[in-house]
């Protein structure tokens, strides 16, 4: 795959994840305000989001391994998804008064992951050696 390839890979499963995570919490303010189904959507959708943070930090792996990029979204994506797992863990034992604080690192982590998926990714990703083949200029025969 080409870096760009790799770049649009990595915007698309952020933005995905960042959606996901403000679902996430829309779904805790609706439990908040009295809508007691919404719980369960809250807890389907934490598992829902863990696998999108575990899969997010794959792609950056592997992005990392193949196009590149640099190896610190691998290390935000691991400590968001060990976060994310803690965070499950306080959600079910119902404190809370660790649960939401740790959602709001996750949206921050999340947030500041996407934002920098989208600017640093393209200015920090150097070409594969096929992309600096491609990229020189060839020379006609006979001119």
Do not use: K
């Not at 990029?69 to 797992?85: E, K, M, Q, Y």
């Not at 079910?92 to 996750?106: D, F």
């Amino acid at each position: 795959m080409s870096t760009r390839t790799w770049q649009l890979v990595l915007r698309t499963a952020t933005t995905l994840v960042t959606l996901d995570v403000f679902a996430q919490a829309m779904f805790a303010g609706r439990f908040m305000a009295g809508s007691y189904d919404a719980l369960d959507a809250h807890a389907v959708n934490a598992a829902v989001l863990f696998v999108g943070v575990v899969l997010l930090t794959l792609c950056f792996a592997a992005a990392w391994r193949f196009a590149g990029t640099p190896g610190r979204f691998v290390g935000i994506g691991a400590v968001i998804a060990v976060i994310t797992g803690l965070q499950i863990m306080f959600g079910y034992r119902m404190a809370l008064a660790v649960h939401i604080p740790l959602g709001v690192v996750i949206v921050a982590g999340l947030l500041n992951l996407t934002v920098r998926s989208w600017n640093l990714v393209e200015a920090s990703v150097e070409p594969t050696a096929a992309e600096q083949i491609a990229a020189e200029p060839t020379v006609e025969a006979g001119r």
